[in-house]
């Protein structure tokens, strides 16, 4: 289960019974209060509402966080040093699913995803991939469809690559300057 301590949903509980219950009754109190606090990690943890307390990042393995309702989080050793909010390319790395920055000067460094944490190399980070709402990348133009660059491993362009052997493969539209819905084709176009 998911180390969370303050969780989106509230449900106005105390984290334990009030003292004034009778001593009898305690007992029977505590352990429906712990049920319905199981309850909400539950569905905390199921729904993908609230992430994993980055201590237990490096400990769980993908179908701990590849839930149904959120399949777009997922925690994943860096093979290399990765910023908050640049752009990853899932890789093979000795049998081990690794994340290194995504660059479109080939298909084999195409985008996956984008790093919502930072990370040196090995250490996991939060990763988002394929679609969503992203707030990790600034300086974007509202209403601009943005393109993996093939020249700034990780990085973002407004403009379609144009050179022979480079991908186009979109990243998102910018919602905002600092907003982007994300939709990575896993079906990039070479030129």
């Given at each position: 289960?998911?180390?969370?301590?303050?969780?989106?949903?509230?449900?106005?509980?105390?984290p334990?019974?009030?003292?004034?219950?009778?001593?009898?009754?305690?007992?029977?109190?505590?352990?429906?209060?712990?049920?319905?606090?199981?309850?909400?990690?539950?569905?905390?943890?199921?729904?993908?509402?609230?992430?994993?307390?980055?201590?237990?990042?490096?400990?769980?393995?993908?179908?701990?966080?590849?839930?149904?309702?959120?399949?777009?989080?997922?925690?994943?050793?860096?093979?290399?040093?990765?910023?908050?909010?640049?752009?990853?390319?899932?890789?093979n790395?000795?049998?081990?699913?690794?994340?290194?920055?995504?660059?479109?000067?080939?298909?084999?460094?195409?985008?996956h995803?984008?790093?919502?944490?930072a990370?040196?190399?090995?250490?996991?980070?939060?990763?988002?991939?394929?679609?969503?709402?992203?707030d990790?990348?600034?300086?974007?133009?509202?209403?601009?469809v943005?393109y993996?660059?093939?020249?700034?491993?990780?990085a973002?362009q407004n403009?379609?690559?144009?050179?022979?052997?480079?991908?186009?493969?979109?990243i998102?539209?910018?919602?905002?300057?600092?907003?982007?819905?994300?939709?990575?084709?896993?079906?990039?176009?070479?030129?």
């Open positions: 289960m998911y180390g969370i301590d303050n969780f989106k949903i509230q449900l106005g509980l105390p334990l019974p009030a003292e004034d219950i009778p001593p009898e009754l305690y007992d029977n109190f505590f352990e429906l209060h712990r049920a319905v606090q199981n309850l909400l990690r539950g569905v905390s943890q199921y729904s993908g509402i609230d992430a994993p307390s980055q201590e237990t990042w490096s400990s769980l393995v993908y179908s701990d966080t590849l839930l149904e309702s959120n399949l777009t989080r997922m925690y994943v050793p860096a093979g290399a040093v990765i910023a908050r909010g640049q752009v990853v390319n899932l890789y790395n000795a049998g081990a699913l690794n994340v290194r920055l995504a660059q479109a000067n080939s298909i084999a460094t195409m985008g995803g984008v790093a919502n944490s990370g040196a190399i090995g250490e996991t980070i939060e990763v988002y991939w394929a679609r969503g709402l992203l990790s990348i600034g300086g974007l133009t509202v209403g601009t943005y993996l660059s093939p020249s700034v491993a990780g973002v403009t379609k690559p144009v050179t022979v052997g480079q991908i186009v493969q979109p998102g539209l910018a919602l905002s300057a600092a907003t982007m819905l994300m939709d990575i084709p896993l079906n990039p176009q070479q030129l």
